[in-house]
């Protein structure tokens, strides 16, 4: 089902209609969501802070579309070792093996408190969470790409505005998020994929803050985020990964 | 074949430094912005788009290679062996000016003397110096042990604070047993539904607990089983441990993102049976509420019962800055006590709060976002004794390992109300300043293979 929109797209013309970019943002949604796939992977989430150096943060991810659920544990540093995140729905806990506590915790968070939103790390809604306001064929590197505005038709979004760049094969590239007056907060980059049979996991995501940062030698120097996956696995997992007392369990 | 492996060579030798050292630019995060080479027409600050998408394959066909790496995030967080050593010291030294009365009350005459009622001026001194080496120990796939020694100063109370072996069995079930600190119940300001921390009138003291615990994952919550023996319980210490020095105790988590949900019980022959319950949820995808009760039954007699409830919420306002919590609370549970035949008071067992009506709130603000300056408030009110407890103060740490303080605890309303005798100061005075300075660190070293 996934090829033959791929193909679809491949030979629509560079005019779209609203419905049709409606139809490319559950494209877009569908490449990188996994509904029939358990989803593991290791993140290395690198962030610069300027002027303050890098910091460097190892988490396990654990994902399960099909129940709206990810689990997430932080591997390193050392000092925040053992925290977990468990998602179900629009919940969210954070564990605390210090105080061996779960708190709700909202998906609208900074991750770790880098440049990743806790909303990075689940399913992608596009289609389900905005509307298409406008959209424009680009080029973006070397890549033919949509450009689209899009405007969320809810209020539990992390972001109220966002532009967001579909290469022609379907994939996110880049996103713009904004806040409800405009205001250009963050911007996403993901310049490449695995391609697991047909399936694309993000290979690397760049996050770039527009409002945070340092000014250095009179020049403002943004915060940013990387995050590198590795090991990406469709393959089954316990049920029980997906539960509180497995956090508590592998909080070493 | 020589040319292959020669060609070989050089692709080795040409491409291999060139993709790490993509690699290190990438992690290097001081080099970001060099990696993305500004054009004419774009921002300054804005990494180039143009380098970042002008690859022309950027979608590798990882198929069956990355299936085959398969559960092996998962197998390197559960399966390696290993340990992880930790040291942790905190130096606090200060000092806090304090009376015996509030300001307020200090023309009129102090209520009579209590144990450690300090009436007048007096300052006191205080240091104090803990240390904890942790370590935990990964011996083989499933089973872990875990010892934490604290020693502190000028108390020089050795003690362990935990001291447990844990057996996962297949991810299906995860026990563990020994010394280690299990909590119920959400306290976040009255603890009165953490039942495993009671204890019966006549326990010499609030030992050290040894209990076996089983967890059973349900969905994303589960099933608890516990059995726990406390020395407090026993006169004689675990050492004489008999069996009805156990307490049981059953807890069911029903968590989903519409409620987070966990009832249970403990039974120990010394004490009521309690039963206790709490939901949490997330409202606005930011406002945490949340309500607990807790029912308490002597198990021979069922007409004899209590029970006692509380609810309250946490939120955070402007980006963050202010957080807020409180709490009301309805404590049903009264010390229980005698007369005996010498017309002696009897205490068989003694309410950890206040009877009554209780309101509690923490307030914390932080002025400077990224600064760790916080101005903070929390405060306990009863209001069937018309006695409260409050403590505004300030925190700063101005660098990682040092925190300086000042706080005003104080005691507000009846001078007979029990917070005024027993409060947030040491000494129990109703009113003190107080200035301290904390150096603490740590030091910490793993080693999973």
């Known amino acids: 089902m996934k090829k033959i929109l791929i193909i679809l797209f491949f030979v629509i013309p560079s005019f779209l209609m609203a419905e049709d970019y409606q139809k490319l943002l559950e494209l877009a949604d569908s490449l990188v969501n996994y509904p029939d796939h358990d989803f593991s992977g290791q993140y290395t989430i690198t962030q610069n802070k300027p ?24 591997q390193e540093p050392s000092i925040n070792k053992g925290q ?50 406008s959209g424009e064929e680009v080029k973006l590197g070397s890549y033919d790409c949509w450009l689209l505005e899009l405007e969320a038709n809810n209020t539990e979004v992390t972001y109220p505005k966002m532009k967001i760049w579909i290469s022609k094969d379907g994939l996110v590239r880049m996103t713009e998020d904004y806040s409800l007056s405009g205001q250009h907060l963050r911007s996403t980059y993901i310049p490449d994929y695995y391609n697991i049979g047909g399936t694309f996991v993000p290979k690397r995501l760049l996050f770039e ?37 497995f956090l508590e369990s592998v909080n070493r | 074949m020589k040319k292959k492996l020669l060609s070989g060579i050089f692709v080795l030798c040409v491409l291999l430094p060139v993709i790490s050292q993509e690699s290190d630019d990438l992690l290097e995060a001081d080099d970001l912005s060099s990696l993305f080479d500004v054009s004419e027409e774009e921002n300054d600050d ?50 806090s000016p304090g009376w015996g009365e509030t300001p307020w009350n200090s023309g009129e005459t102090p209520p009579d003397d209590g144990d450690g009622y300090s009436k007048g001026y007096t300052t006191v001194y205080g240091a104090d110096i803990g240390s904890k080496a942790i370590l935990d120990l990964q011996l083989t796939r499933n ?50 539904t953490n039942v495993l921390t009671r204890l019966p009138a006549d326990a010499e003291k609030g030992g050290d607990s040894f209990s076996f615990l089983m967890d059973i994952p349900m969905g994303l919550g589960g099933v608890q089983l516990l059995a726990l023996a406390r020395s407090g319980f026993s006169s004689g210490g675990l050492d004489d441990m008999t069996a009805s020095d156990v307490g049981y105790g059953i807890k069911y988590n029903y ?14 022959q010394d004490m009521p049976l309690r039963t206790v319950a709490s939901v949490t949820r997330t409202l606005w995808d930011r406002t945490e509420v949340y309500a607990e009760g807790l029912w308490a039954v002597d198990y021979e007699n069922f007409a004899d019962h209590t029970y006692s409830f509380s609810f309250g919420f946490f939120d955070s306002f402007f980006d963050d800055k202010l957080y807020f919590n409180t709490e009301y609370y309805w404590n049903g549970e009264e010390t229980i006590y005698y007369v005996d035949d010498d017309e ?64 005003v605890p104080m005691a507000l309303g009846d001078r007979d109300g029990t917070y005024y005798r027993n409060n947030y100061d040491d000494k129990n005075r109703p009113f003190s300043i107080t200035f301290g300075v904390r150096f603490d660190g740590s030091y910490k070293q793993a080693s999973y293979k």
Request: charged fraction near 20%; proline fraction near 3%; hydrophobic fraction near 35%.
């Open chain 2, 255 to 268: 968590a989903s993102e519409f409620a987070d949900l966990n009832i249970g019980s403990f039974f120990h």
């Open chain 2, 344 to 407: 002696s008071l009897i205490i068989l067992e003694k309410a950890p709060f206040i009877y009554g009506h209780n309101i509690a709130w923490n307030l914390v603000y932080r002025p400077i976002k990224g600064n760790s300056l916080n101005l903070f408030c929390r405060g306990m009110y009863n209001i069937n004794e018309n006695t409260a407890k409050v403590v505004p103060g300030v925190r700063y740490k101005p660098m990682k390992e040092i925190t300086l303080f000042l706080s």
């Open chain 1, 209 to 245: 803050d527009q409002l945070r940062g340092a000014t250095i030698n009179g020049k403002f120097q943004k915060e940013r985020t990387l995050i590198d996956i590795s090991s990406p696995s469709f393959k089954d997992l316990p049920n029980s990964v997906f539960s509180k007392s």
């Open chain 2, 46 to 95: 804005l990494p180039s788009i143009e380098d970042l998408f002008n690859k022309d394959s950027d979608t590798e066909e990882d198929g069956e290679e990355s299936q085959d790496s398969g559960l092996s995030v998962l197998e390197s967080l559960t399966s390696k062996t290993g340990y992880t050593f930790e040291l942790r010291y905190a130096f606090v030294g200060g000092l």
């Open chain 1, 51 to 74: 002027g303050q150096g890098q910091t460097v943060s190892v988490a396990a991810i654990f994902r399960r579309d099909s129940q709206d659920t990810y689990v997430i544990v932080i």
């Open chain 1, 84 to 133: 977990g995140y468990l998602k179900q729905g629009r919940t969210l806990w954070f564990y605390d093996p210090e105080s061996k506590r779960f708190n709700s915790t909202s998906s609208t968070d900074r991750f770790q408190n880098s440049n990743a939103r806790n909303s990075d790390f689940t399913q992608s809604t596009l289609a389900m969470d905005y509307d298409v306001i």
């Open chain 2, 143 to 192: 089973f872990r042990v875990k010892q934490s020694y604290a020693f502190r100063f000028p108390d020089f109370d050795p003690s362990i604070s935990e001291f447990w072996g844990s057996y996962n069995l297949n991810n299906i079930m995860y026990m563990r047993m020994g010394l280690q600190n299990i909590k119920w119940g959400l306290g976040r300001n009255y603890s009165y």
